[in-house]
């Protein structure tokens, strides 16, 4: 074939390829079958690839990706990519209605559209073709994802009306169909990943791949709800959505013109109840005044239009059966009933079990073995069981009665009077009680021995190598090296792997010698003890200056301690009279930890003498409390708020909004850690 013959093969290829994508992609009726399709693709890539010259950046093979992109430029929107205003309900609804009648008077309509819960994005055409893909990101600009939009196979690459407009803008959402989400994150668990929490972080995730040819694997599509000229084509947004279906864009078959505020209810009633059928998440409607010159005369505010609102729908509920119920053991011994469910879609994920929270719930439910249940997701994370069809039920229904044993060590569970929560009173050799305890100890506030972490803590104890704090000053590098497990959470069902690879190994050694620098008050508050908080370890600390004192006070002198109550005293008194626990505390002196404290320099006198100084925020070089001993070594107090008696407010990342306008209103001198130093040096 010479290339004459070739760029006719190619304009044929790409003109039949396009034509049954919009007939499958867009208006789902299929003209030729996959096979065929596939059979023209495949020539039209070996084409280009014999004639690369001849290849158009819009052409169909652009679908299966293959460009890489390192970073996504930022571009800057020509038409700002605004918000919405939600609203949750009929009468938030019924107030927009009349700010909008008030400013424009009676002669309107409203276009109800659905509200696709994806990612928002601007597409330019120039001539025809994609120029450009921007997502929405602060509204004033985005991230230039082109190439993976391009995979998007119900978006025309390029368009064939005559007399387009020569430069417009589309804008509409990219969003993961539920098969396509399903099918991702099955690949995802078998691959031992982390499964996407929902479609949507599916689709932005996608979105920001870098790897276009991964894209083009997870079947992203879009729906298109408007459309951004220089000057006006049309004068309502209703032509404009027709326009854009008339030049081969997927437009939702959804949208409606309403003249009055009834016909908008009957419409998202309609769509609420249309929602578990649809194929795609949805998660409201959104409600536009039609005509553009009385959108002008509406006007904007900061972030959204007046002339524009989105209802958002509650969560969604579907229908399943109860198989049956398990119970999970928190870490605080505290006992959580779960229902195990016949798996059920419910806004685009398999439920599989939900959280009966505890016994009084599940009385409340009076749920019975294979009851027919409500299931709701809210948020989207945890499922939960809202009420029962007790009207099909069988008469002979077994009733769910709550656990009577620990289903992790068998010991007889306990309740408290007057309390809903039911819990293991085996605290000490409970696997997850330990993992909790263990836990708690190696929190960054505690011990900070954090590289070592949840999931590791729970391989260490279910393989037996660690039972209790002081085992952790006896681990070996040789134990920890290679351990790996895959840990699955009871309710989501989602896995996440876990692995002691050498410098993990290296890394959680070198913070378990570094804790013994931690000094006592920090170590008492990491033992745990019930109902002793940071605060209180560190004021009984320094009252009793060592444990062997701590250990041995009376109820009368740690009552006379101020602040610590008769609950606290007795929670001391208990912990440190059972065996497992002084062992535990003079194994953990052994291995060097610190159980006194320090000897002050007193009189506390330093740079910072009389400086009355408030922290707030995440510090580089401290943890918060080393730069609490740092100030109050230099002879600083420290204060919860901030007062006109504060000197400096100590500012570190993140740090609260309310404290920073405090301060600027008193003018009270706001300074960085590195101010700090210096002020300390000087
Ligand atoms: S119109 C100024 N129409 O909702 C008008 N947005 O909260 C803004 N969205 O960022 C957009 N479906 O991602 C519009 N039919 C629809 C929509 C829709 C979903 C998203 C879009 C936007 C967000 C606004």
């Given at each position: 074939?010479?290339?004459?013959?070739?760029?006719?093969?190619?304009?044929?290829?790409?003109?039949a390829?396009?034509?049954?994508?919009?007939?499958?992609?867009?208006?789902?009726?299929?003209?030729?079958?996959?096979?065929?399709?596939?059979?023209?693709?495949?020539?039209?890539?070996?084409?280009?690839?014999?004639?690369?010259?001849?290849?158009?950046?819009?052409?169909?093979?652009?679908?299966?990706?293959?460009q890489?992109?390192?970073?996504?430029?930022?571009?800057?929107?020509?038409?700002?990519?605004?918000?919405?205003?939600?609203?949750?309900?009929?009468?938030?609804?019924?107030?927009?209605d009349?700010?909008?009648?008030?400013?424009?008077?009676?002669?309107?309509?409203?276009?109800?559209?659905?509200?696709?819960?994806?990612?928002?994005i601007?597409?330019?055409?120039?001539?025809?073709?994609?120029?450009?893909?921007?997502?929405?990101?602060?509204?004033?600009?985005?991230?230039?994802?082109?190439?993976?939009?391009?995979?998007?196979?119900?978006?025309?690459?390029?368009?064939?009306?005559?007399?387009?407009?020569?430069?417009?803008?589309?804008?509409?959402?990219?969003?993961?169909?539920?098969?396509?989400?399903?099918?991702?994150?099955?690949?995802?668990?078998?691959?031992?990943?982390?499964?996407?929490?929902?479609?949507?972080?599916?689709?932005?995730?996608?979105?920001?791949?870098?790897?276009?040819?991964?894209?083009?694997?997870?079947?992203?599509?879009?729906?298109?709800?408007?459309?951004?000229?220089?000057?006006?084509?049309?004068?309502?947004?209703?032509?404009?959505?027709?326009?854009?279906?008339?030049?081969?864009?997927?437009?939702?078959?959804?949208?409606?013109?309403?003249?009055?505020?009834?016909?908008?209810?009957?419409?998202?009633?309609?769509?609420?109840?249309?929602?578990?059928?649809?194929?795609?998440?949805?998660?409201?409607?959104?409600?536009?005044?039609?005509?553009?010159?009385?959108?002008?005369?509406?006007?904007?505010?900061?972030?959204?239009?007046?002339?524009?609102?989105?209802?958002?729908?509650?969560?969604?509920?579907?229908?399943?059966?109860?198989?049956?119920?398990?119970?999970?053991?928190?870490r605080?011994?505290?006992?959580?009933?779960?229902?195990?469910?016949?798996?059920?879609?419910?806004?685009?994920?398999?439920?599989?079990?939900?959280?009966?929270?505890?016994?009084?719930?599940?009385?409340?439910?009076?749920?019975?073995?294979?009851?027919e249940?409500?299931?709701?997701?809210?948020?989207?994370?945890?499922?939960?069981?809202?009420?029962?069809?007790?009207?099909?039920?069988?008469a002979?229904?077994?009733?769910?009665?709550?656990?009577?044993?620990?289903?992790?060590?068998?010991?007889?569970?306990?309740?408290?009077?007057?309390?809903?929560?039911?819990?293991?009173?085996?605290?000490?050799?409970?696997?997850?009680?330990?993992?909790?305890?263990?836990?708690?100890?190696?929190?960054?506030?505690?011990?900070?021995?954090?590289?070592?972490?949840?999931?590791?803590?729970?391989?260490?104890?279910?393989?037996?190598?660690?039972?209790?704090?002081?085992?952790?000053?006896?681990?070996?590098?040789?134990?920890?090296?290679?351990?790996?497990?895959?840990?699955?959470?009871?309710?989501?069902?989602?896995?996440?792997?876990?692995?002691?690879?050498?410098?993990?190994?290296?890394?959680?050694?070198?913070?378990?010698?570094?804790?013994?620098?931690?000094?006592?008050?920090?170590?008492?508050?990491?033992?745990?003890?019930?109902?002793?908080?940071?605060?209180?370890?560190?004021?009984?600390?320094?009252?009793?200056?060592?444990?062997?004192?701590?250990?041995?006070?009376?109820?009368?002198?740690?009552?006379?301690?101020?602040d610590?109550?008769e609950?606290?005293?007795?929670?001391?008194?208990?912990?440190?009279?059972?065996?497992?626990?002084?062992?535990?505390?003079?194994?953990?002196?052994?291995?060097?930890?610190?159980?006194?404290?320090?000897?002050?320099?007193?009189?506390?006198?330093?740079?910072?003498?009389?400086?009355?100084?408030?922290?707030?925020g995440?510090?580089?070089?401290?943890?918060?409390?080393?730069?609490?001993?740092l100030?109050?070594?230099?002879?600083?107090?420290?204060?919860g708020?901030?007062?006109?008696?504060?000197?400096?407010?100590?500012?570190?990342?993140?740090m609260?909004?309310?404290?920073?306008?405090?301060?600027?209103?008193?003018?009270?001198?706001?300074?960085?850690?590195?101010?700090?130093?210096?002020?300390?040096?000087?």
């Amino acid at each position: 074939m010479n290339e004459q013959q070739a760029r006719t093969r190619i304009q044929e290829l790409t003109a039949a390829l396009n034509d049954h994508n919009y007939r499958y992609y867009v208006l789902a009726q299929p003209s030729v079958s996959d096979y065929e399709y596939d059979m023209l693709l495949e020539e039209l890539i070996k084409l280009e690839s014999q004639f690369p010259e001849l290849v158009d950046q819009n052409s169909p093979s652009q679908r299966v990706g293959g460009q890489v992109t390192k970073k996504f430029p930022v571009v800057r929107h020509k038409y700002p990519m605004l918000s919405l205003g939600n609203t949750y309900s009929k009468e938030e609804l019924q107030d927009f209605d009349q700010r909008i009648r008030k400013a424009i008077g009676e002669q309107f309509e409203y276009v109800c559209e659905l509200k696709f819960d994806g990612v928002a994005i601007g597409i330019t055409y120039a001539n025809g073709k994609i120029l450009r893909a921007v997502t929405r990101g602060d509204g004033m600009q985005g991230d230039e994802v082109t190439p993976n939009i391009k995979t998007i196979r119900s978006l025309p690459l390029s368009l064939k009306k005559e007399g387009l407009p020569a430069e417009f803008e589309v804008r509409g959402e990219v969003f993961l169909p539920h098969k396509s989400f399903l099918k991702l994150n099955q690949e995802k668990i078998s691959n031992e990943e982390e499964p996407f929490a929902n479609p949507r972080n599916a689709a932005a995730g996608s979105l920001k791949t870098q790897d276009s040819a991964l894209v083009a694997k997870r079947g992203l599509d879009s729906f298109l709800y408007g459309l951004f000229t220089d000057t006006p084509l049309f004068d309502t947004h209703y032509e404009s959505l027709r326009a854009l279906k008339d030049w081969g864009f997927k437009v939702s078959e959804f949208s409606k013109k309403c003249k009055t505020l009834n016909e908008v209810f009957l419409y998202i009633e309609t769509m609420e109840q249309l929602r578990p059928e649809l194929p795609f998440d949805i998660d409201g409607v959104v409600i536009k005044v039609n005509d553009y010159r009385q959108q002008e005369q509406l006007g904007y505010t900061a972030k959204s239009p007046r002339w524009a609102i989105s209802y958002k729908f509650k969560a969604e509920r579907v229908a399943t059966r109860l198989l049956d119920v398990i119970y999970q053991v928190g870490r605080t011994g505290a006992v959580t009933p779960v229902a195990v469910l016949k798996p059920v879609p419910v806004a685009g994920t398999i439920v599989k079990r939900a959280s009966l929270y505890n016994a009084d719930r599940m009385a409340e439910l009076d749920l019975h073995l294979l009851d027919e249940v409500y299931v709701e997701k809210g948020g989207d994370i945890i499922p939960k069981i809202i009420g029962v069809n007790d009207s099909v039920r069988p008469a002979n229904a077994q009733k769910v009665q709550f656990a009577t044993h620990c289903p992790e060590c068998d010991t007889p569970l306990a309740k408290s009077e007057g309390e809903a929560i039911h819990y293991c009173p085996n605290s000490e050799h409970c696997p997850p009680q330990i993992q909790g305890k263990i836990e708690h100890f190696i929190s960054r506030r505690a011990m900070d021995i954090e590289t070592l972490g949840q999931g590791r803590v729970e391989i260490l104890i279910s393989n037996g190598i660690i039972s209790n704090l002081a085992d952790l000053y006896d681990l070996k590098y040789e134990q920890l090296l290679g351990l790996e497990k895959t840990i699955t959470d009871p309710i989501t069902l989602k896995t996440k792997k876990f692995s002691f690879r050498e410098k993990t190994v290296e890394n959680i050694l070198n913070a378990l010698e570094n804790s013994k620098k931690v000094g006592f008050e920090r170590v008492l508050f990491a033992l745990g003890i019930r109902l002793l908080g940071e605060t209180m370890a560190r004021k009984l600390a320094k009252h009793f200056g060592n444990i062997d004192a701590l250990m041995k006070a009376s109820f009368e002198e740690l009552t006379s301690v101020p602040d610590v109550g008769e609950k606290m005293a007795f929670s001391i008194i208990d912990y440190f009279k059972q065996p497992g626990h002084q062992e535990i505390v003079q194994r953990l002196k052994n291995a060097g930890l610190k159980f006194e404290t320090q000897k002050e320099a007193e009189p506390r006198q330093g740079p910072l003498n009389g400086a009355n100084l408030v922290i707030s925020g995440v510090f580089t070089h401290y943890s918060r409390n080393e730069i609490k001993a740092l100030i109050e070594k230099n002879g600083g107090k420290i204060t919860g708020s901030v007062t006109s008696k504060t000197t400096y407010l100590v500012a570190g990342e993140n740090m609260g909004p309310e404290k920073r306008k405090k301060a600027e209103e008193l003018g009270v001198k706001i300074i960085s850690e590195d101010d700090l130093e210096a002020l300390i040096k000087q």
